[in-house]
C-alpha cells in the first residue's frame, strides 16, 4: 500500500473528476426525467410517445454502447453539420463533456419512471383541492405535488443515484482521466494493478456511505409526520 499512498495526489484528482461528473449528470438526469416524466402523463398522445420511445431506447441499449454513440457518433456529427453548414471547424468533443451528456442522458430515463410512479401515487383529490382552494398551476406543483412527488421518489431516487456513481467508471473507455483511468494506469506502471483497485473499491465505498447517510436524513426530512409501517 506503500506505493498506493504515492499516488494518492493522482487518485484524489480521479476522485474529484469522477464525484464532479456524478453530480452534474444527476443535475441533468433530474431535468431530463422531469421533462420526460410529463411527456409520459401528458393528455396528449404525441407527447406520451416521445417519452415512451426515449425510455425504451435507454432500456434496450446498453450503457457502453451510447457512451461510444455519443462520444464517437455524436462528434462525426457535429463535424459534419460544421462541414455542410460552414459555420464551425472541426470540433473535438470534450470526454467529461461526453461522459455528462451520456449519463445524464441515460439516468434521466431511469428518473423518468421514478418521478412518473411518485406523482401517480399522490391522490387525485389533493389537486382537486388545491385548485378549488384558488391555487393555480404552479403553486399546485410547488405547494402539493413537489413535496410528497419527493416523498415517493426518494427510494427509487436513491437507487438510481447510487448505480450512476458507478457507472461513472464507464467513461475511463473514451479516455477520461478519472478514478478508475487513473488507478489503472498508476497500477500498470508499478506492477501493482490490484492495490490499486482496491483503493479505488475503497473511494467507491465511502462515496457511497456518504451518499447513504445524505439521502437518509433527506428521507426523514420530506417524511416527517408521515406514519411508517
Not at 499512498?5 to 453530480?23: D, F, N, R
Not at 455524436?74 to 451520456?102: E, K, P, R, S
Request: aromatic share 10%; with cysteine; proline share 2%.
Amino acid at each position: 500500500m506503500d506505493t498506493v499512498l504515492e499516488y494518492k495526489s493522482i487518485l484524489m484528482q480521479g476522485t474529484l473528476v469522477t464525484v464532479s461528473l456524478a453530480v452534474l449528470s444527476l443535475l441533468l438526469s433530474v431535468l431530463l426525467g422531469l421533462l420526460a416524466a410529463s411527456l409520459k402523463l401528458s393528455s396528449s398522445l404525441m407527447a406520451r410517445r416521445i417519452g415512451n420511445i426515449y425510455v425504451t431506447l435507454v432500456r434496450s441499449v446498453p450503457d457502453l454502447v451510447l457512451m461510444m454513440l455519443i462520444f464517437y457518433g455524436g462528434q462525426a456529427l457535429v463535424n459534419h453539420l460544421g462541414g455542410l453548414t460552414g459555420w464551425w471547424d472541426y470540433v473535438d468533443l470534450n470526454q467529461f463533456i461526453a461522459g455528462v451528456l451520456t449519463l445524464g442522458f441515460i439516468f434521466g430515463a431511469y428518473m423518468a419512471e421514478t418521478f412518473r410512479g411518485a406523482i401517480l401515487a399522490i391522490p387525485a383529490g389533493q389537486h382537486e383541492a388545491a385548485v378549488a382552494c384558488g391555487m393555480n398551476r404552479f403553486q399546485v406543483f410547488r405547494l402539493v405535488t413537489w413535496p410528497q412527488m419527493v416523498r415517493h421518489a426518494l427510494p427509487g431516487f436513491s437507487n438510481n443515484w447510487l448505480v450512476l456513481v458507478k457507472s461513472t467508471a464507464l467513461v475511463s473507455v473514451i479516455g477520461l482521466h478519472d478514478l478508475v483511468w487513473n488507478a489503472v494506469s498508476a497500477g500498470r506502471s508499478t506492477q501493482q494493478l490490484f492495490s490499486f483497485l482496491s483503493a479505488v473499491l475503497i473511494i467507491y465505498l465511502c462515496i457511497t456511505a456518504v451518499s447513504d447517510l445524505c439521502l437518509r436524513k433527506l428521507d426523514r426530512r420530506f417524511s416527517a409526520g408521515v406514519e411508517r409501517r
